[in-house]
T-cell receptor, first 113, second 118 residues
Framework: DTEVTQTPKHLVMGMTNKKSLKCEQH?????MYWYKQKAKKPPELMFV???????INESVPSRFSPECPNSSLLNLHLHALQPEDSALYLC????????????FGPGTRLTVL | AQTVTQSQPEMSVQEAETVTLSCTYD???????LFWYKQPPSRQMILVIR??????QNATENRFSVNFQKAAKSFSLKISDSQLGDTAMYFC???????????????FGKGTKLSVIP
């Protein structure tokens, strides 16, 4: 089973709203990732959690706040977003051994009005 | 820093024919991993195939195979007997291999949009 699930599938929010994206995997993976993908572009890495600890933050604005409550769950809290933050947000997970494959979820399509 | 180049922004192929997607990369590393992911219009990123740089044998996965030329830093994907469901954006990706706990970063190419024509 290589399934990563993400909710919601679509999200529309205003610039003053607070919302959260959720990602879940039950493959025993201990590394989880958030990516941002604009149309016709490759994914851009935002955050990496390894063993529930934030190990990489690619200079993402503070209006994006990640959280890893346990080894199966990854959240991305959104607050005061800008229209340019509209994108597809992808979650991925991998077992943190050498060169292990990242498996992606279906993504959340976010629109900021 | 690693770079991945996909020189074909768009390609098309007739159903049942064979097509090859190109990927080159630049790295000073000796140990690394290479991947091809596909992203259909449904948008989920799906692993197609993976290659370990230390293996000389080219990876294959059913109708998908790669031509890995380490010296030339080339990693092309061949799709045989193309099917309509192969229509997607294809991304080539590079990952360093290094010891230590945790996570590993993927460097993606810009992608090749493949259309399979009935």
């Amino acid at each position: 089973d290589t399934e990563v699930t993400q909710t919601p599938k679509h999200l529309v929010m205003g610039m003053t709203n607070k919302k959260s994206l959720k990602c879940e995997q039950h493959m025993g993976h201990r590394a989880m990732y958030w990516y941002k993908q604009k149309a016709k572009k490759p994914p851009e890495l935002m955050f990496v959690y390894s063993y529930e600890k934030l190990s990489i933050n690619e200079s993402v604005p503070s209006r994006f706040s990640p959280e890893c409550p346990n080894s199966s769950l990854l959240n991305l809290h959104l607050h005061a977003l800008q229209p340019e933050d509209s994108a597809l947000y992808l979650c991925a997970s991998s077992h943190p051994s050498r060169g292990d494959t990242q498996y992606f979820g279906p993504g959340t399509r976010l629109t900021v009005l | 820093a690693q770079t991945v180049t996909q020189s074909q922004p768009e390609m098309s192929v007739q159903e049942a024919e064979t097509v090859t997607l190109s990927c080159t990369y630049d790295t000073s590393e000796n140990n690394y991993y290479l991947f091809w992911y596909k992203q259909p219009p449904s948008r989920q990123m799906i692993l197609v195939i993976r290659q370990e740089a230390y293996k000389q044998q080219n990876a294959t996965e059913n109708r998908f195979s790669v031509n890995f030329q380490k010296a030339a830093k080339s990693f092309s994907l061949k799709i045989s007997d193309s099917q309509l469901g192969d229509t997607a954006m294809y991304f080539c990706a590079f990952m360093r291999a290094y010891s230590g706990a945790g996570s590993y970063q993927l460097t993606f190419g810009k992608g090749t949009k493949l259309s399979v024509i009935p």
